[in-house]
């Protein structure tokens, strides 16, 4: 069984939204630069493996 990886947002201080899922560290990664550019805010990376956030981006948007 092949890793997968969560990518959720942040949607207020108690909750995240789903977006994603994706096989590898690096593709999560790459996709939230792409999702940043048209939604800024809070995004993690949630391992199924390990049942852990695996990587945080966190933008907040300029004059907000």
Same mark, same amino acid.
């Given at each position: 069984? /092949?890793? %997968? *990886?969560? +990518?959720?947002?942040?949607?207020?201080?108690?909750? *995240? &939204? *789903?977006? @994603?899922?994706?096989?590898?560290? =690096?593709?999560? @990664? $790459?996709? +939230? =630069? @792409?999702? =940043? $550019?048209? %939604?800024? &805010? @809070?995004?993690?990376? *949630? %391992? /199924?493996?390990?049942? =852990? +956030?695996?990587?945080?981006?966190? %933008?907040?948007?300029? &004059?907000?």
């Amino acid at each position: 069984m /092949e890793p %997968s *990886f969560v +990518i959720l947002k942040r949607l207020d201080p108690m909750n *995240f &939204g *789903f977006l @994603e899922v994706v096989h590898d560290l =690096q593709t999560a @990664e $790459a996709r +939230i =630069q @792409e999702l =940043q $550019a048209c %939604s800024r &805010g @809070e995004y993690v990376v *949630f %391992s /199924e493996r390990t049942q =852990q +956030i695996v990587a945080r981006v966190n %933008s907040h948007m300029k &004059g907000a």
